[in-house]
């Protein structure tokens, strides 16, 4: 979202760049003097005018920036997830997660694969970059679970507790996908907002937070960088 990308684009005075997007799509590129980091957001949906969230933007905005900017090597996923207390989260915890998974994409057709592609894990524990920032900077790590919806159903719930998953947010299960089909690695900062096994409607607690999650991530961001640059 917008507001997740607001105080890192001022910290490192990042610029439009025009040229990335196709005007037919929404998103928008900056990038900073040296043309070494690009920020990608999802921009605004045309008719609601609310910001773009969710997989499909996720996917389609990293996949067109990729074609753009082939060169990329690390994609760094940064925004805010739901954490589950019961697997160690608070507000304001920052997981890099080991792996991404989906937890609304229910296709159960007996005696074929369909249940495990829709739940589309991708392991990320071999990717050393990750790694090395997670303990660098001792974050935790575990599942991050990925739907098109804020809220859960108990069919959700299920197959998050079968991934065992540390936090749930909307895009880190699609660019994942998307990071391993263009052979790039992938680092996912998510600070926790919301406790998605507290007693708080998700909501309520999102819009109370996002705004010192959008500062713990700007906090973080440099750091993050600064790791990915050194190993480059
Ligand atoms: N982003 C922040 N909190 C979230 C939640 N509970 N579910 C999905 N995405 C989120």
């Not at 507001?3 to 890192?8: H, K, V, Y």
């Amino acid at each position: 979202m917008e507001a997740e990308a607001a105080p890192t684009i001022k910290k490192l005075a990042l610029q439009v760049l025009p040229t990335v997007f196709p005007s037919a799509l929404p998103y928008q590129c900056y990038t900073d003097s040296t043309k070494s980091l690009y920020l990608v957001t999802s921009g605004k949906d045309a008719t609601h005018a609310v910001d773009n969230v969710g997989t499909m933007h996720a996917a389609l905005a990293v996949s067109t920036a990729l074609m753009a900017l082939p060169d990329i090597k690390v994609i760094v996923n940064a925004g805010t997830c739901g954490g589950f207390i019961k697997r160690g989260c608070k507000i304001g915890t920052v997981v890099i997660p080991t792996k991404g998974a989906f937890h609304d994409r229910r296709i159960v057709i007996p005696s074929t694969p369909f249940e495990q592609y829709g739940i589309g894990a991708t392991d990320l524990t071999s990717c050393a970059i990750a790694n090395e920032v997670r303990e660098k900077l001792g974050y935790l790590g575990g599942c991050c679970s990925s739907g098109d919806s804020l809220d859960h159903s108990k069919e959700d719930d299920e197959i998050m507790e079968g991934n065992e998953a540390v936090v749930k947010c909307m895009e880190f299960a699609a660019i994942s996908q998307v990071a391993k089909m263009w052979g790039k690695d992938l680092v996912g900062v998510k600070v926790v907002t919301d406790l998605v096994d507290g007693d708080k409607p998700a909501f309520e607690e999102f819009m109370a937070n996002l705004s010192s999650a959008a500062e713990a991530l700007q906090a973080s961001i440099p750091q993050v960088l600064e790791i990915i640059k050194k190993e480059e």
